[in-house]
Structures are given as structure tokens and as C-alpha cells.
């Protein structure tokens, strides 16, 4: 699908305005024309990630950061896939945002798979690596789904995955969010199984590394 038409100058500037009601407009036509929760990841990542580098050049305030994020969770949460009618249980996943709290993508990433009838756990944000560590040994995970926007938290998953496997852990990781989807080949540093640019595709990666595949 070709997404470089999608209204993203728009949008950012609705969000920046704060403009809720032209944000929901411009998300309800988007949805309309291209009939794919997908286009919505891409317009509202679009989006965020111009409002974001704005924030750090010192364009735009904290709060126009915060409100732009608020106003796509509220609207873009009518979209969500809804969860599956059969549920597939053959395989342990959880998902959990490590140390920080941007919580957006996670949420996304958790409804996507549930809406194709898998079975997560949602491990929660803010986690320490203590703490994801030990959700997944307690809970016998297979596949562990670590989401983190913030650089720091990004490096962090390599001590994950150390800590991980001392505990003789054979746990798929893999890992998403923004600081991925700029470094193509992060993932690898921080010894992730594999990475995911957005929900729509998880799925087909669980499913690779379940058949013993490599990304
Ligand atoms: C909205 C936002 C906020 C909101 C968060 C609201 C919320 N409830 O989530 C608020 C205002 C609270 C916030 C706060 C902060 N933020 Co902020 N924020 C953003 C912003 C603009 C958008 C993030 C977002 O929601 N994107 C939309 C979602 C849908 O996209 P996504 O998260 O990337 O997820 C998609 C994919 O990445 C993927 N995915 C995500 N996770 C996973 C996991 C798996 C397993 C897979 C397969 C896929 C996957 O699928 C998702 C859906 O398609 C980003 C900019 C950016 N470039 O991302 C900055 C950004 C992440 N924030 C940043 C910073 C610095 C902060 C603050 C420290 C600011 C401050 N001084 O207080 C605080 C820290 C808060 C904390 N401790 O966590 C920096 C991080 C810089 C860095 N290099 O580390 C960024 C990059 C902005 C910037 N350019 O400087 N922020």
C-alpha cells in the first residue's frame, strides 16, 4: 500500500493546534479512503515523530508534545482491531514497554494481536529490566515483545537479554518503537531476536521465529 499520500502535513498541524475536532475528521477520511487500522499507524507515527523532532529542535512546547499524543489515543482507539473470535494459545507472549512510559505504540502493538486471535499478557510500562525480566521466567514466555521510544531504555534490552539468558531462558525477544525504527540494525546490538516497525507485521515475525526461522 502506498502510504505517501496519506494527509500527514495536515494532521500534525491540526495536532499542534490542538485541534481535536479537524484531527478526527482527518483520521475518520483517512480510514474511509484506505479501509486499514494500518494507514492510521502510519499517519499518526507520522505525525508524532514530526511534533516530537519539533519538541527537540525547540519548535514546540512539551505540552503541544503531550496534547498531540493524547488526541491520537482517544481517536485513533475507535480504530483499533477488535479482539479475534479463536483464540491461538500455542504460543506464551508478552509485551511490556521497558522503563519508559510511552505507551501508545504498545497498546497498539497488543490490540493488532489480540485482534488475530493471539493470547498476550500486557506486562504494563515503566518496567524495570528486574521487572520484565522476572514476568517473563514467572510466566513461562515465549515470545517476550519490548517496546521503548526513549534511546536509554532502547540499550537497556541488552542487559534483558543477558539477564535473560543466565536464568537458561530460551524466550524470543523482539523489539519496537521509535529508536528502532530509526537504527535499522539496533535490534542486533542489543542481541533482540528480531524488531518490528509497527503491529500490523508482528504477527508474521512471531510466526517465523516460532518455525525456528531467522528475521
Ligand atoms: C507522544 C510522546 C510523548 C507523550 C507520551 C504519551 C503516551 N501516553 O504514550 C509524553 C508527552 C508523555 C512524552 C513524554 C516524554 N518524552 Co516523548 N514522545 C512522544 C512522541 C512525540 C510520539 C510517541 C508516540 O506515541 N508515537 C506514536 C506511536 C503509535 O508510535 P510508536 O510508539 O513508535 O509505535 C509504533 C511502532 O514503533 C511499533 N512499535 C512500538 N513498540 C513496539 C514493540 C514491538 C515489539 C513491535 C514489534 C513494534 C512496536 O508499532 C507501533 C504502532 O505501529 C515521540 C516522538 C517519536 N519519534 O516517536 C517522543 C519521544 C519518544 N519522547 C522523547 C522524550 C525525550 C520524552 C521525555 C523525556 C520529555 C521530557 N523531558 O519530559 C518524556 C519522558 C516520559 C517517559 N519517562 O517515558 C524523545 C526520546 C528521545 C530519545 N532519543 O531518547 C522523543 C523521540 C521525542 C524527540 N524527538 O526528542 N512523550
Avoid at 499542534?16 to 474511509?32: M, S, T
Avoid at 508534545?65 to 485513533?76: A, D, F, K, N, W
Wanted: proline share 2%.
Amino acid at each position: 500500500m502506498d502510504y505517501t499520500t496519506l494527509p500527514i502535513e495536515a494532521f500534525q498541524s491540526a495536532l499542534l493546534q490542538i485541534d481535536r475536532i479537524k484531527a478526527e475528521e482527518i483520521v475518520e477520511k483517512c480510514y474511509l479512503e484506505n479501509k486499514s487500522f494500518e494507514s492510521l499507524e502510519h499517519l499518526t507515527m507520522g505525525a508524532l515523530e514530526y511534533v516530537g523532532s519539533g519538541w527537540e529542535e525547540g519548535e514546540f512546547s512539551l505540552s503541544q508534545v503531550y496534547m498531540s499524543g493524547v488526541i491520537c489515543e482517544e481517536l485513533i482507539e475507535k480504530y483499533m482491531p477488535k479482539y479475534g473470535i479463536k483464540t491461538k494459545k500455542e504460543h506464551r507472549i508478552g509485551i511490556g514497554v521497558l522503563q519508559d512510559h510511552h505507551a501508545l505504540g504498545k497498546r497498539i502493538v497488543y490490540s493488532v494481536l489480540r485482534a488475530g486471535g493471539y493470547d498476550l499478557i500486557d506486562f504494563g510500562q515503566g518496567l524495570s529490566v528486574e521487572e520484565i525480566v522476572g514476568k517473563t521466567i514467572d510466566k513461562q514466555i515465549d515470545f517476550l515483545l519490548i517496546s521503548t521510544l526513549m534511546l536509554p531504555s532502547a540499550l537497556q534490552v541488552k542487559t534483558v537479554v543477558e539477564k535473560l539468558r543466565e536464568k537458561k531462558s530460551t524466550v524470543k525477544i523482539i523489539v519496537g518503537g521509535a529508536p528502532f525504527r530509526l537504527d535499522n540494525s539496533l535490534w542486533k546490538k542489543v542481541n533482540a531476536d528480531a524488531d518490528g516497525k509497527n503491529g500490523t507485521k508482528v504477527s508474521k515475525t512471531i510466526e517465523i521465529l516460532a518455525r525456528g526461522g531467522k528475521c
